[in-house]
């Protein structure tokens, strides 16, 4: 299968990049007005295609997927509509705060529409371990929501959800990113004040980490289980947590995560 995507900047690039390794896709096609940004994705790998003309880069592709800013969007895709051969053709976006709503009128071609969906990334698609939040159009056929599904498994895991969850699941997991290296900043900046060298106190951390989700994903717990067995009474463990409870974690992470919710 052929991929064609409009936009590689940070996310439109990161995919790219993670298909190149895919089993299904066997072609991917960049496009974007920024040509050292094109350079760089041959540079990464040189089977990318790349091209600054979006209408040409669309053609032939099984799949498009959409990777621009917000405000290029509907501009984007009136470049592109002609283009597009929507009986034969999956349209895919990225673009958060767009929703169907816009695209289906963005996309309309004398009342017909292309199977749609709208994905929601995270930047470890980098290193194949992203969580991709994907919602299918209502009008989208079921094995075609299987195969984006596959295809994107991939690269990390996919959740398919309404429409209606795709900006929980981005502030739970996209945004959510950022909040998880700012917990591995703070415990490594503790650590440097107990003596430990910044570089080790770092791979200390993102190993204890690993062995955390390596324990929920294998015994599937529950964090509390896992919580309660090195939680003796009257011990440093939870003394530690009461301390961090205290000074609002729980409550700072709910608070970060609900502000950071599209409405």
Request: charged residues 20%; glycine residues 8%.
């Amino acid at each position: 299968m052929e991929i064609a995507i409009i936009g590689g900047g940070n996310m439109g690039g990161a995919i790219a990049r993670a298909l190149t390794q895919s089993s299904i896709i066997k072609k991917v096609k960049v496009s974007d007005v920024n040509e050292n940004t094109l350079r760089a994705l041959q540079n990464f790998n040189n089977s990318i295609a790349v091209t600054t003309d979006n209408a040409a880069n669309v053609k032939g592709a099984d799949i498009v997927l959409l990777a621009v800013k917000p405000w290029l969007a509907e501009t984007v895709i009136a470049g592109i509509k002609d283009s597009l051969d929507y009986d034969k053709q999956i349209f895919m976006s990225i673009v958060a705060g767009v929703p169907f709503e816009k695209l289906e009128v963005a996309l309309n071609k004398n009342g017909k529409l292309p199977a749609m969906f709208r994905m929601i990334p995270n930047t470890a698609i980098d290193v194949l371990q992203s969580v991709l939040t994907i919602a299918p159009h209502k009008d989208a056929p079921k094995e075609k929501v299987d195969l984006i599904k596959s295809i994107f498994d991939e690269t990390g895991k996919a959740f398919i959800v309404p429409e209606s969850q795709l900006n929980a699941f981005m502030a739970l997991s996209s945004c959510g990113i950022a909040y998880a290296f700012r917990y591995i900043r703070a415990a490594v900046e503790g650590a440097v004040e107990m003596g430990i060298y910044p570089e080790v106190a770092k791979q200390v951390v993102t190993q204890t980490l690993r062995g955390a989700i390596d324990l929920i994903d294998t015994n599937d717990s529950h964090p509390e289980v896992e919580i309660d067995k090195v939680t003796t009474p009257g011990g440093i463990t939870i003394k530690g947590l009461n301390e961090m409870e205290a000074n609002g974690f729980t409550n700072a992470v709910i608070k970060g995560l609900k502000a950071s919710l599209i409405k």
